[in-house]
């Protein structure tokens, strides 16, 4: 959660996208300096998860692997898996898989992805690695 002196924090837009750029941008003009380049997750790490869902194969039966690709499906991106308590990219995995690890099986699973997947299916990430690339 970020402190409510964040600047544009109290904008409010109904592209959840548009309002995170806007908000990172102001952070960057506020901070002044030129290899600040701030990033906010649209969601959490898992969103980039949501990039291959066959690299939960590892992991998880195929009846789950199909359960994780059928959500990956119903969003135009990862990062546009709802963040919300009960929705959460995380949430959604644990309900498939209730003894995910985050921190060990989710490293695992994203090594087996590859960056370059990543930031094919997920914009608001791949713009960020951008800047920083430049």
Same mark, same amino acid.
């Given at each position: 959660?970020?402190?409510?002196?964040?600047?544009?924090?109290?904008?409010?837009?109904?592209?959840?996208?548009? %309002? /995170?750029?806007?908000?990172?941008?102001?952070?960057?003009?506020? @901070? $002044?300096? &030129?290899?600040? %380049?701030?990033?906010? +997750? /649209? %969601?959490?790490?898992?969103?980039?998860?949501?990039?291959?869902?066959?690299?939960?194969? $590892?992991? +998880?039966? &195929?009846?789950? /692997?199909?359960?994780?690709?059928?959500?990956?499906?119903?969003?135009?991106?990862?990062?546009?898996?709802?963040?919300?308590?009960?929705?959460?990219?995380?949430?959604?995995?644990?309900?498939? !898989?209730?003894?995910?690890? !985050? /921190? !060990?099986? $989710?490293?695992? @699973?994203?090594?087996? @992805?590859?960056?370059?997947? +990543?930031?094919?299916?997920?914009? %608001?990430?791949?713009?960020?690695? $951008?800047?920083?690339?430049?």
């Amino acid at each position: 959660m970020l402190p409510t002196n964040t600047p544009c924090m109290d904008l409010h837009r109904a592209d959840t996208c548009q %309002h /995170v750029s806007e908000i990172e941008a102001a952070i960057n003009n506020d @901070i $002044g300096s &030129a290899n600040c %380049h701030a990033n906010l +997750m /649209v %969601h959490e790490f898992e969103a980039l998860l949501f990039s291959e869902p066959t690299a939960f194969e $590892g992991i +998880m039966d &195929a009846e789950a /692997v199909q359960k994780i690709a059928e959500i990956r499906a119903s969003f135009d991106t990862p990062e546009d898996i709802s963040s919300a308590p009960e929705t959460a990219p995380s949430r959604r995995i644990l309900q498939i !898989k209730p003894d995910y690890r !985050k /921190v !060990k099986q $989710g490293i695992d @699973i994203a090594e087996k @992805i590859d960056i370059d997947k +990543m930031l094919q299916c997920c914009p %608001h990430f791949a713009e960020w690695i $951008g800047k920083i690339r430049e």
